[in-house]
């Protein structure tokens, strides 16, 4: 709160031997920060020890880009990360986590949702709860709802697509790795990538999701080989390969 405060949020942080400029204030930043675990810690090794220097790396749900600062640093000048955040006020945080950490070049912000149609104006449920802008979704859990994290009555409208087609447009060749974080809405991303990764054009994925989820389903029946990395709440985040 003082740091908040103070307008100082922003502090250099080590993830490993990785040198990163962060909020500190944030849900994915404050452990490492005060206490030197990493968020997610077991996901954070992963994507460390998997993703290549000039690697390309998507971040599908980047929020205020934990994740996407770290892939950028790994892949180095040569890689690209692609994180698509749909949230105006995180994409914001997003924006100037890239710009703090001079990745510019290497970073390319997306500000739309990844689902498995193309719409302009769906409805994108905000978190209501202030220390976790990660609960917005467009697949709002009914558990989520009842406890007052999202609201029916706090929507915006945001633009999706799919993975498939932004790829196609873009004429990105094959990417990495691809984290998957959508509260909710993981089955739908996975669908909208089909193609990809029926062409092989997606080396791994890890997916915050559930073992008899249909998201989880949908990868394994690509031939992707499910792995746990560590429990986050109820789901698990899953590296397929």
């Known amino acids: 709160d003082r740091l908040r405060q103070s ?13 990163l400029i962060l909020d500190v204030t944030e849900f994915t930043t404050s452990g490492l920060y005060f206490g030197n675990v990493p968020y997610e810690p077991r996901t954070t090794d992963y994507i460390r020890q998997q993703l290549p220097e000039g690697g390309t790396f998507a971040d599908v749900g980047a929020n205020h880009g934990y994740f996407t600062i770290l892939a950028a640093a790994l892949v180095g000048e ?8 749909p949230n105006p006020p995180v994409y914001l945080q997003l924006d100037q986590h890239v710009r703090l950490n001079d990745f510019g070049r290497r970073v390319v912000l997306v500000q739309q949702a990844l689902s498995d149609t193309s719409q302009e104006g769906a409805p994108f449920f905000v ?9 917005s979704s467009l697949m709002p859990a009914a558990s989520t709802l009842a406890i007052g994290g999202l609201s029916p009555d706090r929507t ?4 999706t697509d799919t993975f498939d087609r932004w790829r196609a447009a ?21 669908r909208g990538m089909s193609e990809a990764l029926g062409d092989g054009r997606v080396g791994a994925v890890v997916c915050e999701t559930r073992w008899d989820s249909d998201a989880h389903r949908l990868l394994c029946g690509f031939g992707l080989v499910p792995q746990a990395l560590e429990k986050v709440g109820p789901l698990t985040n899953i590296a397929y390969a």
């Open 7 to 19: 307008h100082s949020r922003f502090r250099r942080v080590m993830v490993g031997d990785t040198p």
């Open 78 to 85: 040569r890689g690209r990360v692609f994180a698509f955040e």
């Open 127 to 135: 978190s209501q709860f202030g220390g976790n802008s990660g609960l």
């Open 156 to 159: 915006i409208p945001v633009r």
């Open 170 to 190: 873009s004429g990105v060749e094959r990417v990495d790795l691809v984290k998957i974080d959508t509260e909710g809405a993981e089955a739908h991303v996975v």
